[in-house]
């Protein structure tokens, strides 16, 4: 065979191999669409707060608030379950985010006089787990017997944009809402009150020191008049 031939040949194959190399390269894989986070949470203690020390101790502690985020009131109590009596006493402090800080003052028992104070964190896995130091220098590890709650907290409300075209105010202090339908002088029927900070819509003229009537949804009855207390 011609060297020219073999040559052309030989290019036909190494371009078939290529194309069929090509042709079995898998195509790229789609990336996942992102899923929306989670809103953040807000851990709370369980109704009553139950931890053990490395060194045997169960303690046991009230909590209150809503979100459960503060320790106390009542009586907190320790003891090694089924060996030492228990050891009473009252507590302050609680959590923010997820950092743990409360001391337990001992008032009753063989623990009397004694002072913990427990510090720590929430853990990915929901339980509570740090170290304790009493007024001793003595310290130990504990764990929450329990996984904290978490309590998802809504954002806060944001006032809506003021619709264009319309003239708003801010109540600049606490102001009565008299009807509409009166004469602006004072003496007319109190229907409500706008607050600090509300919203109002204008309509007509308004001056710093005079009878404005405003509308809106934190207007009573949808309108009304009130006196000065407005920012333009």
Same mark, same amino acid.
């Given at each position: 065979?011609?060297?020219?031939?073999? /040559?052309r040949?030989? %290019?036909? @194959?190494?371009?078939?191999? +290529?194309?069929?190399?090509? =042709? *079995?390269?898998?195509?790229?894989?789609?990336?996942?669409?992102?899923?929306?986070?989670?809103?953040?949470c807000?851990?709370?203690?369980?109704?009553?707060?139950?931890?053990?020390?490395?060194?045997?101790?169960?303690?046991?502690?009230?909590?209150?608030g809503?979100?459960?985020q503060?320790?106390?009131?009542?009586?907190?109590?320790?003891?090694?379950?089924g060996?030492?009596?228990g050891t009473?006493?009252?507590?302050y402090?609680g959590?923010?985010? /997820?950092n743990?800080? %409360?001391? @337990?003052?001992?008032?009753? +028992?063989p623990?009397?006089? =004694? *002072?913990?104070?427990?510090?720590g964190q929430?853990g990915?896995?929901?339980?509570?787990?740090?170290?304790?130091?009493?007024?001793?220098?003595?310290?130990?590890?504990?764990?929450?017997?329990?996984?904290?709650?978490?309590?998802y907290?809504?954002p806060?409300?944001?006032?809506p944009?003021?619709?264009?075209?319309?003239?708003?105010?801010?109540?600049?202090?606490?102001?009565d809402?008299?009807?509409?339908?009166?004469?602006p002088?004072g003496?007319?029927?109190?229907?409500?009150i706008?607050r600090?900070?509300?919203?109002?819509?204008?309509?007509?003229?308004?001056?710093?020191?005079?009878?404005?009537q405003?509308?809106?949804?934190?207007?009573?009855?949808?309108?009304?008049?009130?006196?000065?207390?407005?920012?333009?």
């Amino acid at each position: 065979m011609p060297i020219k031939a073999k /040559r052309r040949m030989l %290019f036909v @194959a190494a371009t078939a191999i +290529g194309a069929a190399g090509f =042709l *079995t390269v898998p195509a790229p894989a789609q990336a996942d669409p992102m899923l929306p986070l989670a809103p953040p949470c807000e851990y709370e203690f369980p109704t009553v707060l139950m931890l053990t020390q490395d060194n045997g101790i169960t303690v046991q502690v009230p909590v209150s608030g809503s979100p459960r985020q503060s320790v106390g009131p009542g009586k907190a109590m320790y003891a090694i379950v089924g060996k030492t009596a228990g050891t009473f006493g009252t507590t302050y402090g609680g959590m923010n985010g /997820r950092n743990i800080n %409360f001391t @337990a003052r001992w008032e009753q +028992g063989p623990g009397a006089g =004694l *002072t913990n104070t427990y510090t720590g964190q929430v853990g990915d896995d929901g339980f509570a787990s740090g170290t304790t130091r009493n007024n001793l220098n003595n310290t130990n590890s504990w764990r929450s017997n329990e996984k904290m709650s978490c309590v998802y907290k809504p954002p806060p409300q944001q006032n809506p944009p003021p619709q264009q075209g319309k003239r708003m105010a801010r109540v600049t202090e606490d102001v009565d809402v008299y009807n509409v339908k009166n004469e602006p002088d004072g003496a007319g029927h109190v229907i409500g009150i706008l607050r600090l900070d509300q919203q109002v819509e204008l309509v007509g003229s308004c001056a710093p020191e005079s009878w404005c009537q405003v509308a809106g949804d934190n207007v009573p009855g949808g309108n009304g008049w009130v006196w000065g207390h407005l920012q333009l």
